[in-house]
């Protein structure tokens, strides 16, 4: 179809032809006689069935797997087009073989069990997808020694980053990525391991946040529920900043209401079950809210009023965490946000190559006061 465009003359109006539009047409017509073209060859197709295709080199399809953004916007385009109707599929292991990226970034996290996991491994993984790169994911279940078999594993795939969680590893899992060079990132924490750059949020600060919040409510007989600390720093800085807000405030914690509990609602619930029947505190503080959905669950078996009776508060803001009756208290954690940060970092590194340090990345926690807490009944 032949367009016209006006050119406004103070005399009279002239109509004339587009001509750079119908040499436009003419191209892309060109290019789609090419793309019905046979293949010559047989067999999978490679970089040079698209070039001929898309009428650009080889070394320019090339360019435009390992770094699109160096290829011009229409060159893209063709390219695109060229390799979708050829089903062409990237050999990135070969490339990977041959010095150049694999495309792949793993990602190593203590658990994929736990909602707060899952959202930072949905937002990784989509961030990544985003940059046409994927993700090898694995988990070593709270064991250090299982996380060096996990990244000598990675290693071995050639990924091109990786992101850890936590302060807490083994010396020979970072001595591997310290003498492969590649990048690699701590998530989390405020602060990560000497040399790696983190991307994570104020566990600390979350804790002593939540605890202020009981505090002002007029709580002093308040009870914690942990996991084991040993190695997990992410629960080792809450219960820390538990401890030192509580301190300030002159309160002490008895030894059996400080109890050892991991992050299962079932576990959680038989031990709160055990506290509220005996001498109750009037407010729990739970290392996360897994934790504080079983002391919920325990005081509403016993006939135990939530907040009337017994506050309860949790940390992270899972899902599920505002629908359960009443509505938790907790600590927001940035889990998603943390997940995209992490991955856009990565794939920045991996694709300018720059080894340079980073400074740590620290997103704020955001305190939730929901339904779950009130002030001491007699102040």
Known sequence: MQTFTFLLNPQKIHQVPDCSRHMQDSKLNQLEQRLKRPRSRKGAPGILDVALRAGVSGATVSRYFNNPNVVKPTTRRRIELAARELGYIRDRVAGALHGKMSGTIGLIVPTIDHAIFSELIEAFSSQLH????????????????????????????????????????????????RVRRIPVVSLWNAEGVSGIPSIGTDNRQGAIDVTQHLINLGHHRIALLFPDTQFNDRARDRKAGVISTLAVAKIQVPEYWDRRCPYDTAQAKAVAMDMLQRNAPSAFICGNDIIAHGVIHAASRLGIRVPADVSVVGIGDFKGSSAIEPPLTTVRLPARRIGQVAADTLIDKVTLKNMAQLPDRIIPTQLIVRESTAAIANG
């Open 130 to 177: 985003l940059h046409d790169r994927t993700m090898l994911i694995a988990s070593h279940n709270y064991d250090l020694e299982r996380e060096v078999g996990i990244v000598r594993s990675l290693l071995e795939r050639r990924i091109d980053a990786i992101a850890l969680v936590g302060r807490d590893h083994s010396v020979a899992a970072l001595e591997m990525l």
